[in-house]
């Protein structure tokens, strides 16, 4: 019963950081003066630099294959 206590209050914990910055985060970013546009552009490096992280991974695995293979060959 102990544990089941834990887990509610960490999972009460979270949904209310959740409601905390789903409500207080855009008023407040309002005040200090900052704009959405500024997250959409941090938002859409992010998810450039993600892209890019996949395609290096995926030339990567590629040049990994071809090297594997022309091991394979020679042996």
Not at 52 to 70: P, R
């Amino acid at each position: 019963m102990k544990e089941a206590k834990d887990v509610l209050r960490m999972v009460g914990t979270v949904f209310l950081v959740l409601v905390a910055l789903v409500l207080v985060l855009p008023p407040a970013l309002e005040i200090v003066g900052l704009t959405f546009g500024i997250f959409g552009f941090l938002i859409g490096i992010l998810i450039w630099l993600a892209l890019k992280l996949i395609y290096a991974a995926v030339i990567v695995a590629v040049m990994y294959l071809v090297i594997v293979v022309i091991r394979a060959a020679l042996r």
